[in-house]
């Protein structure tokens, strides 16, 4: 899934907090075969706050890329692109949700930094968005 191919959370239970934007770019029809790839562009790490608001160091956002490999070629088409925003969670802890700071993302090129604007604002308003709607995900 996103949270294990973006590499996220180092031994915690991800948990989807909100999904934003899918697109859709090209048709996948059966028979075609599809790659996926995921990053974390983005943890509240960074954020104003996160060493108080356990929720918002615990948050991040997830970029999956989907594209088309065409097998007599071998290029590659984009076909979907997706934004999760999951918080890392202790899963030894049952029935309390206990919060597991994300370490931060550092992008060293001009693209990773893109990717890592967008993804802060994406997470930044689903933090926002879920603290509004009372969410327990966005407690503590």
Same mark, same amino acid.
């Given at each position: 899934?996103?949270?294990?191919?973006?590499?996220?959370?180092?031994?915690?239970?991800?948990?989807?907090?909100?999904?934003?934007?899918?697109?859709?770019?090209?048709?996948?029809?059966?028979?075609?075969?599809?790659?996926?790839?995921?990053? /974390?562009?983005? $943890?509240?790490?960074? =954020?104003?706050?996160?060493?108080? @608001?356990?929720?918002?160091?615990?948050?991040?956002? !997830?970029?999956?890329?989907?594209?088309?490999?065409?097998?007599?070629?071998?290029?590659?088409?984009?076909?979907?692109?997706?934004?999760?925003?999951?918080?890392?969670?202790?899963?030894?802890?049952?029935?309390?949700?206990?919060?597991?700071?994300?370490?931060? /993302?550092?992008? $060293?090129?001009?693209? =990773?930094?893109?990717?890592?604007? @967008?993804?802060?604002?994406?997470?930044?308003?689903? !933090?926002?968005?879920?603290?509004?709607?009372?969410?327990?995900?966005?407690?503590?």
């Amino acid at each position: 899934g996103a949270f294990r191919g973006g590499g996220g959370g180092g031994g915690g239970a991800p948990t989807v907090a909100a999904v934003d934007d899918v697109s859709f770019a090209l048709p996948v029809s059966i028979g075609d075969v599809v790659t996926f790839s995921a990053q /974390v562009v983005y $943890t509240g790490a960074d =954020e104003e706050g996160s060493a108080t @608001d356990r929720s918002l160091a615990s948050a991040f956002q !997830v970029r999956v890329e989907t594209q088309i490999i065409e097998l007599h070629t071998g290029q590659k088409r984009l076909s979907n692109e997706f934004h999760f925003t999951f918080v890392a969670r202790d899963a030894s802890v049952k029935d309390t949700l206990r919060h597991l700071p994300m370490p931060p /993302v550092r992008p $060293t090129t001009y693209r =990773e930094g893109m990717l890592w604007l @967008d993804g802060r604002r994406r997470m930044l308003e689903a !933090v926002t968005i879920g603290k509004s709607e009372g969410s327990s995900l966005f407690s503590g």
